[in-house]
């Protein structure tokens, strides 16, 4: 929709956005700084997936914040970059392609993570308001009920909402925002079932390998 309303040499600067904000949104953090630092593949450990709630589960408290700051960090630099090239709309752009990018990572064969902290770091470079505001629903669903997955869902769910609450909407936040939010959807179908059946694992027990 954003795309078709470009015209060329526009839609050839959109389209490097995209491509940018895809190859630095692929960068796998959790599995680059769980080898660097002793804790072997993240794949092979907890849920295989290479977010930082997995690489909490090697015990490695520190590996976990490195690879929170990295995954926010890189959509949030997408988002900037993307800005600067060719402003909001190339923002929204470079920063959706990140999220896209973290989640299916040409290199680990399109199987990367399931995008909540990309999400974040999107919300807060797009109009920190709203990343905030995104952030203070996942503290307190994780403070009530303690299951990161349910916190995860709600914020992405209530998202396209705050953003016109903080009247910080335009088509191109608004077609991003809820892509990503129905791509967190998809990517936690496995949780949903969990929640649903009474069995996801809550904030400081173990998950069984799976």
């Given amino acids: 929709m954003v795309m078709a ?4 040499p526009e839609g050839v600067l959109a389209g490097l956005c995209v491509a ?17 630092g002793g804790a072997g593949d993240i794949r092979q450990i907890g849920s295989g997936n290479i977010g930082a709630t997995n690489v909490l589960r090697t015990g490695r408290r520190g590996l976990a914040a490195l690879t929170l700051v990295g995954d926010m ?8 970059l993307g800005g600067l090239a060719f402003g909001p709309v190339g923002a929204a752009l ?22 909540v902290a990309c999400f974040f770091g999107v919300l807060l470079a797009i109009a920190w308001p709203l990343g905030l505001a995104a952030g203070a629903v996942w503290i307190a ?31 191109a936040r608004f077609a991003v925002i809820a892509l990503m939010a129905v791509l967190i959807v998809i990517r936690h179908r496995e ?15 173990a998950k069984p390998a799976s």
């Avoid at 960090?73 to 900037?80: F, H, L, R």
């Avoid at 392609?97 to 989640?103: I, N």
């Avoid at 303690?146 to 903080?166: D, E, G, H, K, V």
Wanted: proline content about 5%; cysteine-free; hydrophobic content about 55%.
């Fill in 5 to 8: 309303e470009l015209h060329a």
């Fill in 20 to 36: 940018f904000g895809y190859l630095l949104g692929s960068i796998p953090f959790g599995l680059i700084i769980t080898r660097l």
């Fill in 73 to 80: 960090g890189k959509a949030a630099a997408a988002v900037v």
């Fill in 94 to 115: 470079a920063g959706g392609a990140a999220f896209v990018g973290h989640l299916f990572p040409f290199w680990l064969g399109f199987r990367g993570g399931k995008g």
């Fill in 141 to 171: 669903m994780a403070a009530i009920f303690r299951i990161s997955s349910l916190a995860a869902l709600t914020s992405a769910a209530l998202a396209p909402l705050l953003l016109f609450l903080f009247h910080q909407a335009t088509p």
């Fill in 191 to 205: 949780n949903i079932g969990r929640l649903l059946r009474n069995e996801e694992p809550r904030i400081g027990r």
